[in-house]
C-alpha cells in the first residue's frame, strides 16, 4: 500500500451521504431472506453480484427495492444497521448521518416503528461499542407524491426528537424538488434540518430549486453543477457543502469515466465537498474506497484529502463543539503522518 492509501485509511472522517438499505450486503440478504422464509429471485451470492449491473439510477433502484423486502422485523434492521457501522468504523469513520426511507417499509406493510427500533438498537451498539456518533436522517421517495411524505412525516411525529433531518431521494428526473415544497416547509418548522439529492441525473435547476424553494441546508450529489458555473460561484460564496460519491457515479454511469469526475474541480472553486459511499453494498466499495478511487483516478494529494475529511465534519449536522473536538482528532492525525513520513 503506498503511503496516500495508507494516509486515507487512517483518516478520521464523518460520512454524510449513505442509505442504510443500501449497505444489505448480499450476505445478509441471504440470511435474512432464509430467517423470514423469503425466496430470493437469486440463486446464490454470484448472480446477485451479477445483477449489480446498472445503465443508470432507475436500474439500480429497482433491486435495491426489491431486495429490501428481506427486511421485516426489528432485528432484520438492526443487523443491517450493524453491519455498516463495523465496516465504516473499520474505515476510521468516527461520526455518520445516515439516510432510510420508511415509505419503502411502511408501503409493503412494516410498521415506521419496528424501522425506527431496530435502527436506533443498531446506532445505540455503534455508540457504545464503536464510539462513533451517529444521527438519521429520514427520506421522503420522490417518485411518490407530497401527500405520501406528508403521512411519513406524521408517522415520525412521535420519533422527531431521534431524527435530526429529512430528505429526498429515489428516481430524479421529471420529480423536481419543488414538487416536496410544503413538506419541506413543515419539517422546517419542526426544527429538523433539509437535505435533498440534486443534479445526480438531474439539471443544474434542481440544484437551484433545492436551494432556493426547499432550502437546504446540505446538498447531495450535485455533480451537474459543473455545468453552471454561475452557481458554482453561488454556492462557494454561501458555503453549502456537497456529498458526492464517486463508485456510485461510476456504478450508475452518471460519471463515465473517473478520471474526469467533477469532484476536483468542484474543490478547486471553492465548493465544501465530501466523499460518501451513497449505496455501498451495490456500488462496489465503502467510503474509503470512494477516496482510494478518486487518489487513483485524479491529481488530489493529501492535503486535499485532509481537506475532504474536514470538510465531512464542517458539513454535519454535530454541534460546535464536537465539531471542533472532531477537526483536532483529524488535525493530531495528519501531524503525527507528517512526522512518520
Ligand atoms: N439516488 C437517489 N436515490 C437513491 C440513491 C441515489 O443514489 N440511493 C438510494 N436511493
Ligand atoms: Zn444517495
Known amino acids: 500500500m503506498n503511503n496516500l492509501s495508507q494516509f486515507i485509511k487512517g ?17 445478509l440478504m441471504f440470511q435474512l431472506a432464509e430467517r423470514n422464509r423469503i425466496k430470493l429471485p ?47 468504523s473499520r474505515d476510521n469513520v468516527i461520526h455518520s448521518e445516515i439516510f432510510f426511507d ?16 431496530g435502527l436506533l438498537a443498531g446506532i ?19 417518485h411518490l407524491d407530497e401527500e405520501s411524505a406528508f403521512t411519513t412525516l406524521r408517522m415520525a411525529e412521535p420519533w422527531l426528537d431521534k431524527i435530526t433531518a429529512v430528505g429526498l431521494d429515489s428516481s430524479e428526473v421529471g420529480h423536481p424538488p419543488s414538487k416536496f415544497k410544503h413538506v419541506f416547509a413543515t419539517a422546517r418548522q419542526k426544527g429538523l434540518k433539509l ?59 452518471v460519471v463515465k469515466d473517473l478520471k474526469k469526475h467533477p469532484l476536483p474541480y468542484m474543490l478547486k472553486h471553492g465548493l465544501r465537498v465530501t466523499i460518501n459511499s451513497d449505496d455501498p453494498a451495490y456500488f462496489g466499495g465503502y467510503v474509503n474506497d470512494n477516496y482510494q478511487v478518486l487518489a487513483e483516478n485524479c491529481a488530489l494529494d493529501a492535503n486535499d484529502f485532509a481537506l475532504i475529511a474536514r470538510n465531512s465534519f464542517l458539513g454535519s449536522f454535530l454541534s460546535d463543539e464536537t465539531v471542533t473536538h472532531y477537526i483536532e482528532v483529524l488535525d493530531k492525525y495528519t501531524a503525527s503522518f507528517e512526522a512518520r513520513a
Open 11 to 27: 483518516l478520521p472522517k464523518a460520512e454524510l451521504h449513505l442509505h442504510i438499505e443500501g449497505s444489505l450486503e448480499p450476505t
Open 42 to 88: 437469486f440463486k446464490d451470492i454470484e448472480s446477485v453480484k451479477e445483477a449489480y449491473n446498472f445503465n443508470n439510477l432507475q436500474e439500480f433502484l429497482n433491486i435495491y427495492y426489491q431486495s429490501a423486502n428481506v427486511l421485516r422485523t426489528e432485528e432484520d434492521f438492526r443487523d443491517l444497521a450493524r453491519d455498516y457501522f463495523y465496516r465504516a
Open 102 to 117: 420508511p415509505q419503502t417499509h411502511t408501503d409493503r406493510g412494516i410498521p415506521f416503528d419496528v424501522v425506527m427500533r
Open 124 to 142: 445505540a451498539e455503534a455508540e457504545s461499542q464503536l464510539g462513533m456518533t451517529v444521527q438519521l436522517i429520514m427520506c421522503f421517495l420522490r
Open 195 to 253: 437535505v435533498a439529492h440534486a443534479g445526480e441525473e438531474g439539471p443544474p435547476s434542481y440544484i437551484d430549486e433545492a436551494i432556493d424553494v426547499l432550502k437546504v441546508d446540505r446538498l447531495d450529489h450535485g455533480n451537474r453543477i459543473v455545468e453552471d458555473p454561475l452557481l458554482v460561484t453561488r454556492m462557494a460564496r454561501s458555503g453549502m457543502t456537497f456529498t458526492l460519491c464517486p463508485l456510485s457515479n461510476q456504478k450508475l454511469q
